[in-house]
């Protein structure tokens, strides 16, 4: 039986549902917080009330921002004639902590999947093939995970951008069989990038 308030034992429910923590780890958490109330707790709540009112979908790439188009596809820097795809936003995230890539992204929001119904107008591929045609894009990096429906993914939109005139390569070494960019070290993602290899 729990001698915390209801209150709490409801922060600790909703926190013990996020990735990557469970009921024990959310309850240190909550003791943490509320401890360090002025030091910890109230600066995270204004930081979720920031997100929460204004986080919104970049309308070019799919990045999460807090203004419709993202600060990576409007700085002028980063228009290199490269796009990067990635299956997700933790990828992206992943690409942009090794620092290695330059150019701007497309997040496809996942990988195409017979078993789970999920086909191009699921994802973001329409969007890219637009996005490439119409921007002369010189080179589009498919930076999916090495899974079957990962490559399935890649080689559809490798298809799908023949005669678009983007030469259309993949990462290479260094990423393992079922292997998710999420999870590699930023070496690992560097050396892929560079070593990336024609589709």
């Known amino acids: 039986m729990s001698t915390a308030p209801n209150e709490i034992e409801a922060l600790i429910s909703?926190?013990?549902?996020?990735?990557?923590?469970?009921?024990?780890?959310?309850r240190r958490l909550v003791l943490h917080l509320i401890q360090r109330r002025e030091q910890s707790l109230r600066p995270l709540l204004a930081a979720l009330e920031r997100?929460?009112?204004?986080?919104?979908?970049?309308?070019?790439?799919?990045?999460?921002?807090?203004e419709a188009i993202c600060p990576i596809c409007r700085d002028p820097r980063r228009a290199t004639g490269e796009i990067c795809v990635v299956e997700d936003v933790a990828d992206l995230w992943a690409m942009e902590r090794g620092q290695v890539f330059g150019g701007r992204y497309h997040v496809l929001g996942g990988t195409l999947s017979a078993l789970d119904a999920?086909?191009?107008?699921?994802?973001?591929?329409?969007?890219?093939?637009?996005?490439?045609?119409?921007?002369?894009?010189?080179?589009?990096?498919?930076?999916?995970g090495a899974t079957v429906d990962g490559q399935?993914?890649?080689?559809?939109?490798?298809d799908a951008l023949e005669g678009s005139g983007a030469q259309v390569t993949a990462l290479a070494q260094g990423v393992p069989m079922g292997g998710?960019?999420?999870f590699l070290d930023d070496g690992t993602i560097g050396a892929a990038l560079r070593a990336r290899k024609a589709m």
């Open 14 to 26: 909703q926190i013990a549902r996020l990735p990557g923590l469970g009921p024990r780890s959310a």
């Open 51 to 66: 997100v929460a009112a204004g986080a919104q979908v970049c309308r070019q790439c799919g990045n999460i921002s807090t």
């Open 118 to 144: 999920v086909g191009p107008e699921e994802l973001r591929i329409p969007e890219l093939v637009a996005r490439v045609c119409q921007s002369g894009t010189r080179e589009v990096i498919l930076a999916l």
């Open 152 to 158: 399935t993914t890649a080689h559809y939109i490798a």
């Open 180 to 182: 998710e960019l999420d």
